[in-house]
């Protein structure tokens, strides 16, 4: 084992807890638990460099047709973040998945914490897709059952860029308000790194999809987020891609306020 090449991702990971501390940032997923080229097994733990362990996420089972893969694409070296703050100094690996089958068990998770039940928030990350299909879910906080509280989707088979609100209340047979989506013509089946980032204020209930920094969807949902107790997920259904730097924060950021490249 090369335990200077480990040590040197230990420490990266420490020093971006003194970087990328917020007071409005919930997790902050940077995917650099192990060395490019590492293929993770089951249970392998993703870190978030704030509210660890607490917020920590694992990988769920693997198999000939799904893998999970540290990979040394990146969408940039160096990562900022509002007026320019360096928040990854060395970003070395992104999380690279390979799913074949439409198994809708989540590939990374995370059991629920009421952190997460943020009535105002931001979720942001990377992502480069070069397979999609079958609604697949990039990033899904779940309440119970077949309902969630918000999620970021492909819509169908056309691969463009949609989001989805569950806003129906808890025992409403008629399920008001259910599967409330904004949809977007934003194609990110295209193989290419895109920042994408969903913002709900609760107080306006002001709902915002964004792709590369500009607002794709701008609207006001009918009713407000409805929490449980289900699972935040990252890539359900047929999907195949790499994501980076994956953020939650608990304020509906302006595009000026949110993770970046560093030119």
Same mark, same amino acid.
């Given at each position: ?29 940077? =995917? ?25 996420? &694992? ?12 990979? %040394? ?10 007026? /320019?703050?360096?928040?990854?100094? *060395?970003? &070395?690996?992104?999380? !690279? ?5 439409? /198994? ?29 299909? %079958?609604? /697949?879910?990039?990033?899904? &906080? ?21 989001? !989805?609100? %569950? ?9 008001? =308000? ?21 913002? =709900?204020?609760?107080?306006? !209930? ?34 195949? /891609? ?13 595009? *000026?306020?949110?993770? !970046?490249?560093?030119?």
């Amino acid at each position: 084992m090369n335990f200077l090449k480990h040590a040197s991702f230990a420490a990266a990971v420490l020093s971006c807890a003194a970087l990328c501390a917020a007071d409005d940032v919930i997790a902050y997923y940077q =995917f650099q638990d192990a060395a490019p080229g590492t293929k993770l097994q089951a249970n392998a733990p993703v870190k978030s460099s704030i509210n660890s362990p607490a917020l920590d996420m &694992k990988t769920n089972a693997t198999n000939a047709s799904y893998v999970i893969e540290v990979s %040394d694409d990146v969408p940039g070296k160096v990562i900022v973040a509002k007026d /320019g703050k360096v928040v990854n100094a *060395d970003n &070395k690996s992104s999380l !690279r998945f390979t799913r074949a089958n439409r /198994g809708m068990t989540g590939t990374l998770s995370l059991a629920h914490n009421a952190l997460l039940n943020q009535k105002e928030f931001t979720i942001e990350c990377f992502v480069k897709l070069e397979k999609g299909a %079958d609604w /697949g879910s990039l990033l899904n &906080k779940a309440r119970a059952g077949e309902f969630g509280t918000w999620s970021i989707q492909l819509q169908s088979n056309t691969g463009f860029l949609r989001s !989805r609100l %569950d806003l129906n209340a808890d025992g409403d047979a008629a399920k008001k =308000f259910f599967n409330i989506c904004q949809e977007t013509k934003f194609n990110l089946l295209d193989n290419q790194w895109h920042h994408i980032a969903l913002t =709900f204020d609760d107080e306006t !209930r002001e709902v915002k999809l964004f792709a590369d920094y500009q607002e794709q969807y701008s609207g006001k949902a009918p009713a407000n987020l409805v929490f449980g107790e289900g699972a935040l997920t990252v890539f359900e259904g047929v999907l195949s /891609g790499n994501i980076d730097e994956m953020r939650f924060s608990d304020e509906a950021l302006k595009t *000026d306020e949110m993770l !970046r490249v560093k030119k």
